[in-house]
């Protein structure tokens, strides 16, 4: 297997992980968008019960967890898209007990009249009012009702350590765009400090 860095062998060439580049995925991204990552969150937990759990979905970058991943996300999406400021979710780790998914729900910054605790409140009645699928193995199931907290943003400097591939994160730092918010380093093109690092 020629990948590093968590890569994945295709057999003609490397499926590098999420903030990876290179043939090899021998490379820090050059930039990492975090403009997703802005607004505020909400942490919770589901219990998929028509699923089972195997070892190699521990590893986010492993085709089981991959494939589960975005599945979850497509049933979320439509359980919640009717939620005002509702954004999207992010798989945080799946674990055993059928399949336990703790992930994180995305939000627009909220009005002055809502609070957080109020949105938590309402993803978790849509979550518990959709039923199930019928015949497809869709990634649904019971939900916890008391398995939720209340996350605000990180920093920004606290945000590019987080999502820098972790052997090269010391070499990231955060640039505001007028668009949201970028993860770079000195061989980002176009950033104040910039310089040509020859794809290294």
Known sequence: DPCLNGG??????????PNMDGPRCEFGA????????????????????NREF???MRDASSPGHRRF??????TMDGIYRNVPGYRGINVLSLSRGSV???????????????SLEHQALELLAMT????????CSTAAGRWDEDRW???QPLSPPELCRTHAPANFSRFYFPYRTANGLLCVTNCTLNVPGAFDCHRG
Not at 8 to 17: K, V
Not at 30 to 49: C, D, K, Q, S, Y
Not at 128 to 135: D, K, L, V
């Open 54 to 56: 195997s070892e190699d």
């Open 149 to 151: 907290t209340l996350d």
């Open 128 to 135: 518990n009012a959709a039923s199930r699928p019928h015949n």
């Open 69 to 74: 991943a975005e599945e979850f996300g497509r």
């Open 30 to 49: 050059t930039t990492i968008n975090l403009t997703a990552e802005l607004g505020p969150f909400v942490t919770m937990m589901a219990r998929v019960t």
């Open 100 to 114: 336990v998914v703790n992930y994180r729900v995305q939000l627009r910054p909220l009005p002055t009249n809502t």
């Open 8 to 17: 994945l062998w295709m057999g003609t060439a490397c499926l590098c992980p």
